[in-house]
């Protein structure tokens, strides 16, 4: 595998259905980040973590948990979802550290969630 | 506040016509990273560029190019000779810092580019 991996590609869940998002890199970066993209809106940061810390949280709602294990994955935990939560949720890595690194983010393809 | 401005939403372009995607960007640091990013229908976010705001000269990759333009904070995507598979959602993004290394990257709403057989 390389670059950035995500599984499942879809899922479908019921609003009381607790499911997880994974994501995996293989680009040896130290930070990773969770996205989220509703039609017809710009992308919006959830989640970073850098060197496996959460730096970032944008005011998410709780009914998301991120978890990094390690510098190589990234889960999205969810719980009681709502119907408005239906997005493409991506995942993407980066190297943080580095002088004169170009710290541009690569991204997964996306898990295409939808909410009944 | 940082700001990513893409006035476009669609754009249609004839194959093998080259076609300019508008950006710009509102932010008082004088250290940025701007980034174009395509996005195909399977939805994979692709890196395609990158411009550092102390570049002194354009970046191009390929047949893609950035016309950075500073003082109108401006960072137009040029496709040259556009191809069937370039029609796809394409993004700006600007981040601060040297290499774009600050902060979080802020995205525009995108420009959806059809192109024409």
């Known amino acids: 595998e390389t670059g950035v991996t995500q599984t499942p590609r879809h899922l479908v869940m019921g609003m009381t259905n607790k499911k997880s998002l994974k994501c995996e890199q293989h680009?040896?970066?130290?930070?990773m980040y969770w996205y989220k993209q509703s039609a017809k809106k710009p992308l919006e940061l959830m989640f970073v973590?850098?060197?496996?810390?959460?730096?970032e949280n944008n005011s998410v709602p709780s009914r998301f948990s991120p978890e990094c294990p390690n510098s190589s994955h990234l889960f999205l935990h969810l719980h009681t979802l709502q119907p408005e939560d239906s997005a493409l949720y991506l995942c993407a890595s980066s190297q943080e550290i580095g002088a004169g690194v170009v710290h541009e983010q690569f991204f997964g393809p996306g898990t295409r969630l939808t909410v009944l | 506040a940082q700001k990513i401005t893409q006035t476009q939403p669609g754009m249609f372009v004839q194959e093998k016509e080259a076609v300019t995607l508008d950006c710009t960007y509102d932010t008082s640091d004088q250290s940025y990273g701007l980034f174009w990013y395509k996005q195909p229908s399977s939805g994979e976010m692709i890196f395609l560029i990158y411009?550092?705001?102390?570049?002194?000269q354009n970046a191009t990759e390929g047949r893609y190019s950035l016309n950075f333009q500073k003082a109108r904070k401006s960072a137009n995507l040029v496709i040259s000779a556009s191809q069937l598979g370039d029609s796809a959602m394409y993004f700006c993004?600007?981040?601060?810092?040297?290499?774009?290394?600050?902060?979080?990257?802020?995205f525009g709403k995108g420009t959806k580019l059809s192109v024409k057989p």
């Open positions: 680009l040896g970066h130290n930070a």
């Open positions: 993004a600007m981040r601060e810092g040297y290499g774009g290394s600050q902060g979080n990257l802020i």
């Open positions: 973590y850098s060197l496996e810390e959460r730096v």
């Open positions: 411009q550092g705001s102390y570049d002194e």
